[in-house]
């Protein structure tokens, strides 16, 4: 499991929060759609409609917009056919980049996504090139405020947790995706607020970017990609100090 935190402190030093309310919004339709048409429309009987519901609500997106999503969804609609694909590729200083991906065009998304790479010093690879590189889990942050470390771990694990770790005021909480549900019921019924829960990935080891130009270069292709229309989430591998992050802002 190494590599998680880091790759969550990354994150949360370069503010990967989308602004933009609208994406936001589609992705999680194109999610909640897909994962309707996989399970049923019940979030009791669908747990990955039921993470994606929680992740609607969590992104304060109306709860009038998350029922039309099920209901059109539900009803087999045409406009709402998505596939889902995994884009893999390498990055600037040897990163890794990874990418989930719902399309309802296989060739427009593969087209602009090789672009994106070739343009900014990645290349796109074959199926299976860097996925190894990753582990796929649950995740679960809690906020430390007033809580007590070693109470939090105890109940974690006691759920069912793999790992815990605390960081700059955050406990990350990573379980088995199929434990997901389980630990994260645990940890609420133990009264522990819950900011985020979900099922990721994590890199099991980073690559350490060295310099100032390579880190430049590696944020902006990451976020390229990750800013995609069709990208539901996009994964890398890099590890950038706080010497260096200090200089890019």
């Not at 989308?18 to 048409?37: H, L, M, N, P, W």
């Not at 060739?107 to 590189?133: D, H, K, P, Q």
């Not at 942050?141 to 105890?154: F, K, Y």
């Not at 990208?231 to 802002?249: G, H, K, P, R």
Request: net charge negative; with cysteine.
């Amino acid at each position: 499991m190494s590599g998680h935190s880091k790759w969550a402190n990354i994150k949360r030093k370069k503010g990967k929060v989308d602004e933009e309310r609208g994406k936001t919004f589609t992705k999680i339709s194109r999610e909640i759609i897909v994962a309707v048409q996989q399970g049923g429309p019940d979030p009791d009987g669908n747990f990955r409609l039921k993470l994606m519901i929680q992740k609607a609500k969590a992104a304060n997106m109306p709860n009038d917009n998350i029922n039309r999503c099920i209901q059109k969804a539900a009803g087999n609609s045409e406009d709402t056919k998505y596939d889902e694909v995994i884009y893999e590729g390498y990055g600037p200083a040897g990163t890794a980049m990874l990418l989930e991906i719902m399309t309802d065009n296989r060739n427009r998304t593969a087209s602009e996504i090789r672009y994106i790479f070739s343009r900014n010093g990645g290349n796109l690879g074959e199926s299976g090139c860097v996925a190894w590189m990753f582990d796929r889990v649950g995740r679960i942050t809690v906020p430390m405020e007033g809580l007590d470390e070693d109470e939090v771990m105890m109940t974690a694990l006691d759920a069912g947790a793999e790992d815990v770790t605390f960081e700059d005021g955050i406990g990350e909480i990573i379980t088995l995706p199929e434990e997901l549900e389980t630990v994260r019921k645990g940890i609420s019924d133990a009264g522990i607020e819950i900011t985020e829960a979900e099922v990721t990935r994590i890199p099991k080891n980073t690559v350490s970017v060295e310099n100032v130009e390579d880190a430049q270069k590696v944020i902006k292709l990451y976020d390229l990609l990750d800013e995609h229309d069709d990208v539901q989430n996009a994964y890398s591998n890099f590890e950038i100090s706080d010497e260096i992050m200090e200089q890019l802002d």
